[in-house]
C-alpha cells in the first residue's frame, strides 16, 4: 500500500500542533502509518543483514531452488530426529493426507471423517 505524502505530513502536523485529541479515523490512520513504518523497517534491516552477511563470507546470495532445498532437507532431517526419539521407523512423505494419529497414509479422505 503506496502512501500519499498529504495525509503523512497531515498526520505529522497533528502530532506535532497543539491538537490535544483526536478522532477516531485519526487515530487508526496513525496507527496504521506506524504499523507499515515497522514493517518496511523490520524488512530493510534484514535485507540489510542479509546482504551484508554474504559480502562478509564472499559468497553469492542462494538461489530460490538451493534456499528451497536447504529448507526441504532441514525439515526431512527432523522427521528423522522424531522418528527415532519414538522408536518408530521412519517414512518418507510423498504427498497426500496422512492419518493424525498414526502418520499412515490415508487412502480415502472419507475414511478420515
Known amino acids: 500500500m503506496r502512501r500519499e505524502a498529504g495525509p503523512v505530513l ?9 491538537q490535544e485529541t483526536f478522532t ?6 496513525l496507527i496504521s502509518l506506524a504499523f507499515e513504518s515497522g514493517i518496511r523497517f523490520r524488512a530493510t534491516y ?3 543483514e ?3 552477511t554474504w559480502a562478509r563470507h564472499h559468497v553469492a546470495p542462494p538461489t530460490r ?3 528451497i532445498a536447504a529448507e526441504l532437507a532441514a525439515v526431512d532431517r ?7 526419539r ?12 496422512v492419518d493424525w494419529e498414526t502418520g499412515a497414509p490415508v487412502r480415502r479422505l472419507g475414511a478420515v471423517a
Open 86 to 97: 519414538e522408536g518408530r521407523p521412519y517414512r518418507v512423505y510423498r504427498g497426500g493426507p
Open 24 to 29: 477516531r479515523a485519526q487515530v487508526a490512520h
Open 78 to 84: 527432523a522427521a528423522r530426529v522424531r522418528a527415532e
Open 10 to 18: 497531515s498526520a505529522a502536523e497533528a502530532l506535532t500542533g497543539e
Open 50 to 52: 542479509m546482504l551484508a
Open 46 to 48: 534484514a535485507e540489510g
Open 65 to 67: 531452488r538451493e534456499r
